[in-house]
């Protein structure tokens, strides 16, 4: 491969570009620096400080060539229709068959931004332009985002109105979220261009589009710009990001997107991990284990997904604009063909078992969930499983009278505050004038002047309690106004009281939200600390923050359990032991004390809690098996249908004498096919592994074509003797592809022609 356009002097072989491409994108930590070196020490020559420049040349050019014939296959198997790529990003959850379930979400994804893949902004030099683009459809255009930024809103809010929904009131998780405040998120180091991605992936792990934060923070206009994507493209669909609660009733409120997500259904949900960072009015409403339709899904793929992605931060970070993206986007094609597509059927094969598991403890296998769930019901006094969903109703309405005091609350309690102050000014007026001073100073020069400053600071002392008073008294008259109050309150009165016992507990939240904010701290801090890739150095710092805010805790819960004892009753103090054992924010949100005492409620009970949570657990299980039925079986189709179609398209393309753009990818199929045949044989298994009718014609062939085809045996066929089927073990080992494992498939192997209509008809060979 030349290294310039005219009168090459120097060429990189294919050879040496291939082996870097392929283990670039199988370890994106390795750079064109390192490798040209590493040729150099194969070779015995010195290293060069050119040979980088003219490495990265040749490997331009053999990407532009390796995106060129990827751009004529796609042509010639009619595939470069607008969107296409994203239409069929999964197969299992796009390739949709005919008379299939419906499902209460179509389809789950997840969202989140990411600032590692940032890029530094070259100031010392003026960069070049570059009018290259990445070919490809994984980016939305820079220009498409701005859209859907504040600037681009005056003209569209004039004639909307947002519809009033009474459901949606402020949660209170702006508090604990920095990626809700838009003043936090529009700042952002200078020194980077690009700050980020922001990418869309489904929940198996496909990519489905990204977009790049730009000079900014995880601002909302980037998940406005993916989520109006996907609705114009996919349709109806549940997303998850760690701001859910917030980000849905900004589309709610957005002029465009409102429309579209309601004509869509969209739903904006928390993933499972970070909704146990949101109060517990949030988690009722958001989180996973409560929406229906969900199933087990966690909504948490970005993270996994950043833990690979973030090794490009390394060859990215001081690239050009065009080779930041151009690596980004070879990085999740990659990804996508060679890792989440040979892992899709494992996912099946891990959930569908825990799912199973989950689904069937109650009657058949292991009867300890159900059996300890019927043990709580009977102490709680519960007939049916129904009661569940009543308690957590209860649960709802209880939360959503501890959201905010109401304003005429509020007054009173300011009102008694500012007369408490006022009884205090008024007091220390009264210390300070009654401060007698001598008239006659003892006689010297040095007296005379002592006695002359007491004289002036107890002069200015007076000064300032009065001025204070005055201030107090300014503060009642007003609040006296706005009330209003016709006759000022007197202590041991009524109404003082009363204000008193309210601002007791005002302050008891106030104390007990402070200790909730230092426990999450610590909490989050501590799963940081003890995550795979932290460094040693992070890993003793964040030891050490641990153990300073182990004092404020400390400090923390001295102030909580003085403010739990001015209670009236008394509120239940809390002890150390107690505050490190607060694994979830529910457990702090039923300490807040509300107008009515829930403590004795059995859904504000431990024992409680416990219950209605496996229940609806138990509930998810069942539409999680549901759901992987659906897409077991499209999986199959697709695999079956995609085969045939190449198949054809391959003899087609040789008969033209196109044979140099004749390309399959085939290399999982057998695996996937042995895997779908072990999980067929889990005890419980209740779906599919035949081939089904694609919604979608295109790859339906007008031929038939004999295709090999996994399929579980009838009840009454019997596997030839000395055959042996896969083993069944809970975790599947290593993948190996010994000839063995195939081999003892052929006994289940069924011809499946694809008849002239389209429609896979199956026959027993």
């Known amino acids: 491969m030349p290294?310039?356009?005219?009168?090459?002097?120097?060429?990189?072989?294919?050879?040496?570009?291939?082996?870097?491409?392929?283990?670039?994108?199988?370890?994106?930590?390795?750079?064109?620096?390192?490798?040209?070196?590493?040729?150099?020490?194969?070779?015995?020559?010195?290293?060069?400080?050119?040979?980088?420049?003219?490495?990265?040349?040749?490997?331009?050019?053999?990407?532009?060539?390796?995106?060129?014939v990827e751009k004529r296959v796609q042509v010639a198997l009619g595939r470069d229709g607008p969107n296409w790529r994203l239409k069929n990003a999964c197969p299992a959850c796009l390739y949709k068959l005919e008379d299939e379930a419906t499902l209460s979400i179509a389809l789950l994804t997840t969202t989140d931004g990411n600032n590692s893949l940032s890029q530094f902004q070259?100031?010392?030099?003026?960069?070049?332009?570059?009018?290259?683009?990445?070919?490809?459809?994984?980016?939305?255009?820079?220009?498409?985002?701005?859209?859907?930024?504040?600037?681009?809103?005056?003209?569209?809010?004039?004639?909307?109105?947002?519809?009033?929904?009474?459901?949606?009131?402020?949660?209170?998780?702006?508090?604990?979220?920095?990626?809700?405040?838009?003043?936090?998120?529009?700042?952002?180091?200078?020194?980077?261009?690009?700050?980020?991605?922001?990418?869309?992936?489904?929940?198996?792990?496909?990519?489905?589009?990204?977009?790049?934060?730009?000079?900014?923070?995880?601002?909302?206009?980037?998940?406005?710009?993916?989520?109006?994507?996907?609705?114009?493209?996919?349709?109806?669909?549940?997303?998850?990001?760690?701001?859910?609660?917030?980000?849905a009733k900004r589309c709610k409120s957005h002029p465009v997107l409102s429309k579209l997500a309601a004509e869509n259904n969209f739903k904006s949900l928390v993933g499972s991990f970070h909704g146990h960072g949101h109060n517990r009015r949030c988690q009722t409403r958001n989180l996973t284990t409560y929406v229906k339709g969900v199933g087990l899904e966690s909504l948490e793929g970005c993270e996994a997904?950043?833990?690979?992605?973030?090794?490009?931060?390394?060859?990215?970070?001081?690239?050009?604009?065009?080779?930041?993206?151009?690596?980004?986007?070879?990085?999740?094609?990659?990804?996508?063909?060679?890792?989440?597509?040979?892992?899709?059927?494992?996912?099946?094969?891990?959930?569908?078992?825990?799912?199973?598991?989950?689904?069937?403890?109650?009657?058949?296998?292991?009867?300890?969930?159900?059996g300890s769930l019927c043990d709580a019901m009977q102490r709680l006094q519960v007939e049916s499983r129904e009661v569940f969903e009543s308690w957590l109703e209860q649960e709802k309405t209880y939360l959503r009278t501890l959201s905010r005091e109401p304003l005429e609350e509020t007054l009173e309690m300011e009102y008694y505050q500012k007369l408490v102050n006022l009884q205090a000014a008024e007091a220390r007026v009264l210390d300070v004038c009654g401060v007698v001073v001598p008239f006659m100073p003892a006689e010297g020069e040095a007296s005379y002047a002592e006695a002359t400053k007491t004289t002036r600071r107890i002069e200015t002392q007076r000064r300032h309690a009065q001025e204070m008073r005055d201030k107090a008294l300014g503060a009642v008259h007003d609040l006296e106004l706005r009330i209003p109050i016709d006759t000022r309150w007197i202590e041991g009165g009524e109404k003082w009281e009363a204000a008193a016992r309210m601002a007791h507990r005002h302050r008891y939240q106030r104390a007990l939200d402070h200790l909730e904010g230092l426990v999450v701290a610590r909490m989050f801090e501590l799963a940081k600390c003890h995550m795979s890739g932290t460094g040693y150095k992070l890993r003793k710092h964040i030891a050490k923050a641990l153990q300073a805010c182990s004092k404020a805790i400390k400090a923390a819960i001295v102030r909580y359990n003085d403010a739990a004892e001015a209670m009236e009753p008394p509120m239940p103090t809390l002890d150390w032991e107690e505050v490190v054992e607060c694994a979830f924010l529910a457990d702090f949100d039923l300490l807040r004390e509300g107008r009515h005492n829930i403590r004795q409620e059995p859904w504000a009970l431990p024992a409680g809690c416990a219950a209605m949570d496996q229940h609806f657990k138990l509930l998810r299980a069942d539409e999680e098996i549901q759901r992987l039925n659906l897409e077991i079986h499209r999986f199959v189709t697709y695999m079956v249908d995609e085969e045939a179609f190449l198949a054809r398209e391959e003899e087609c393309l040789r008969t033209e004498g196109n044979e140099g753009i004749a390309q399959q990818r085939g290399r999982f199929t057998s695996l996937h096919m042995k895997r779908l045949v072990k999980l067929s044989k889990l005890p419980g298994f209740t779906g599919n592994i035949l081939p089904g009718v694609s919604v979608s014609k295109e790859r339906h062939t007008p031929v038939a074509w004999d295709v090999e085809m996994v399929a579980p045996p009838p009840a009454d066929v019997v596997c030839p003797v000395g055959v042996e089927l896969p083993a069944l073990d809970e975790e599947e080992g290593e993948d190996d592809d010994d000839e063995e494992g195939i081999n003892a498939l052929t006994a289940l192997i069924q011809i499946v022609h694809i008849s002239g209509d389209g429609g896979a008809v199956i026959e027993d060979s």
Not at 162 to 170: N, P, R, W, Y
Not at 225 to 247: F, P, S
């Open 3 to 68: 290294v310039s356009a005219y009168c090459p002097t120097v060429v990189i072989t294919i050879r040496a570009l291939e082996v870097f491409r392929v283990a670039n994108l199988r370890c994106p930590r390795l750079g064109i620096q390192a490798f040209t070196r590493m040729l150099c020490d194969l070779h015995g020559v010195a290293p060069r400080p050119y040979l980088g420049a003219q490495f990265s040349v040749a490997l331009d050019l053999y990407h532009a060539i390796h995106a060129d």
């Open 305 to 370: 997904y950043f833990s690979k992605s973030n090794a490009l931060a390394a060859t990215t970070r001081h690239a050009s604009r065009f080779h930041r993206q151009q690596a980004i986007v070879n990085y999740m094609k990659h990804t996508d063909k060679f890792h989440t597509y040979q892992g899709l059927c494992k996912y099946f094969y891990h959930f569908y078992f825990h799912a199973v598991l989950i689904k069937y403890r109650r009657a058949l296998e292991i009867k300890g969930t159900y």
């Open 122 to 247: 070259l100031r010392e030099r003026e960069e070049r332009p570059d009018n290259h683009i990445v070919l490809g459809d994984y980016y939305i255009s820079r220009e498409e985002v701005d859209k859907w930024g504040e600037d681009g809103l005056e003209e569209l809010m004039r004639d909307f109105t947002a519809s009033a929904d009474g459901d949606e009131e402020d949660g209170g998780c702006e508090e604990r979220w920095q990626n809700m405040k838009e003043d936090v998120t529009a700042r952002a180091w200078g020194m980077f261009d690009e700050t980020g991605i922001f990418p869309a992936l489904c929940q198996h792990g496909f990519v489905l589009v990204v977009v790049d934060m730009v000079k900014s923070g995880e601002l909302t206009k980037y998940g406005f710009a993916v989520t109006a994507y996907l609705l114009r493209v996919l349709g109806e669909h549940g997303n998850g990001y760690d701001i859910g609660c917030e980000y």
